[in-house]
């Protein structure tokens, strides 16, 4: 069974600044189907990134994912006040679906 | 415009049964896998549950195996999820989502098992 790490727990940073959000496989998975999604307290998750690194519609160009294997970025070049949030990375197989713990980004 | 939007959540004794439903418009069911996500409170995702497009194609994650059950009406455009035997640990917020991303989810149903 795949498990996904993500890191840091919380993250504390400040509008305008970068955001590098970490997410660790225990396995190589490729990169086909890594996603990433983020949650508002209080809403469903939103599909940010799939296969790594595209961008679902409506998802602005600051937000961007790499990585291959085991290891995967998502980055927020500039952070807009409505992007504080969690954001959790997730890896798909043949129906099975895994998520990591979660990212907490905070304003600073 | 895809919507889902899910129901029959509430307050259950261990050992009890819901079934939880979710409406689906803006595109055939029919035409897609369909899962159940769960999110106890303070908590973070756990997938459940998977319906693939295809009759009989279903997989559970082993904490809910055997005791819930997916399934489908596509005439419907409907999405089911039987929860039986139920356990305080189940208490979460129920969400369907659609497609192998994920793409697209609904509000969730609260499910509460507490004596």
């Known amino acids: 069974e795949i498990v996904l790490t993500q890191s840091p727990g919380t993250l504390s940073l400040s509008p305008g600044e970068r955001a590098t959000l970490s997410c660790r496989a225990s396995?190589?998975?490729?990169?086909?189907?890594l996603v990433w999604y983020q949650q508002k307290p209080g809403q469903a998750p939103r599909l940010l990134i799939y296969?790594?690194?595209n961008r679902a519609t409506g998802i602005p160009d600051r937000f961007s994912g790499s990585g291959s294997g085991t290891d995967f970025t998502l980055m927020i070049s500039r952070l807009e006040p409505e992007d504080f949030a969690v954001y959790y990375c997730q890896h798909y197989g043949l129906s099975r679906h895994t998520f990591g713990q979660g990212t907490k980004l905070q304003i600073k | 415009q895809v919507h889902l939007v899910e129901s029959g959540g509430g307050l259950v004794k261990p050992g009890g049964s819901l079934r939880l439903s979710c409406e689906a418009s803006g595109f055939p069911l029919s035409d897609y896998y369909m899962h159940w996500i769960r999110q106890a409170p303070g908590k973070g995702l756990e997938w459940i549950s998977y319906?693939?497009?295809?009759?009989?194609?279903?997989d559970y994650a082993d904490s809910v195996k055997d005791r819930f059950t997916i399934s489908r009406d596509n005439a419907k455009n409907s999405l089911y999820l039987q929860m039986n035997n139920l356990r305080v640990e189940d208490t979460a917020v129920y969400y369907c989502?659609?497609?192998?991303?994920?793409?697209?989810w609904g509000q969730g149903t609260l499910v509460t098992v507490s004596t």
């Open positions: 319906s693939g497009s295809g009759v009989g194609y279903t």
């Open positions: 296969g790594t690194s």
């Open positions: 989502a659609k497609g192998a991303n994920l793409d697209s």
């Open positions: 396995q190589n998975v490729g990169s086909r189907y």
